[in-house]
């Protein structure tokens, strides 16, 4: 399978200041990429999709000026927490989406990032 | 939009029997079906797929199959041993540049 990875794989800040997590596509080349957020027990909630180039398309209730998201290349989109607080604090998950040429798509997720907000 | 049930939420087996996971898609027009292993602390990761143009898929102890009419896929795993214990979650989409929709996770505990 393709390799996904994210960087960090954990980080405790204070409250108030900035996180950033970037997200890497190792051995294909990806257009779009995706930003989850996953609460302990619960499923994979979508936060935004990023798209190479352009800006990225945010899910309903997910504040664009709170998550910033960056994919200025074709393996690296980064999250950025702005000004996080301790409800900010949980598992943040990329996926990147690999493109064969025949028109189907695979989605690889990466290892996570688990924030803790102080 | 689409939306996936999944069942069970838990599912505890003796090592060497099957697990079957279910789901249910609203969507008829969903044409991928992913499923995912999520091990604790760590991303999913892609275990089996399947597209909409074949019934069933086999790789080593693991299947899917997918029943369009009813709109429902499966995972079966077989001969299970404690390192399959995880996370499972099955997902659908529409394809191409749609995203994908997640079951709420099957929580599968293989014990020796």
């Known amino acids: 399978g393709a390799v996904v990875s994210q960087h960090p794989s954990w980080v405790i800040c204070k409250s108030g200041t900035s996180v950033k997590i970037e997200c890497r596509s190792l051995?294909?080349?990806?257009?779009?990429m995706f930003w989850y957020r996953q609460f302990p027990k619960q499923s994979l909630m979508l936060m935004a999709t990023s798209n190479e180039g352009s800006k990225a398309t945010y899910e309903q209730g997910v504040e664009k000026d709170k998550f910033l998201i960056n994919h200025a290349s074709l393996t690296l989109s980064t999250l950025t927490v702005t000004s996080a607080h301790p409800e900010d604090s949980s598992f943040y998950i990329c996926?990147?989406?690999?493109?064969?040429?025949?028109?189907?798509?695979?989605?690889?997720f990466g290892p996570g990032t688990r924030l803790t907000v102080l | 939009g689409e939306n996936v049930e999944q069942h069970p939420s838990t599912l505890s087996v003796q090592e060497g029997d099957s697990a079957v996971i279910k789901c249910t898609y609203s969507d008829s027009a969903s044409n991928y079906f992913p499923w995912y292993k999520q091990e604790l602390g760590k991303g999913p990761q892609l275990i089996i797929d399947i597209r909409s143009n074949v019934g069933e898929k086999k790789d080593q102890r693991i299947a899917v199959t997918l029943n369009k009419t009813a709109k429902h896929f499966s995972l079966h795993i077989t001969e299970t041993q404690p390192e399959d214990s995880a996370v499972y979650f099955c997902a659908a989409t529409l394809g191409g540049f749609q995203k994908l929709v997640f079951g709420t996770g099957t929580r599968l505990l293989v014990s020796p």
């Open positions: 996926s990147a989406r690999r493109t064969s040429g025949r028109g189907s798509d695979t989605q690889y």
């Open positions: 051995d294909f080349q990806a257009t779009t």
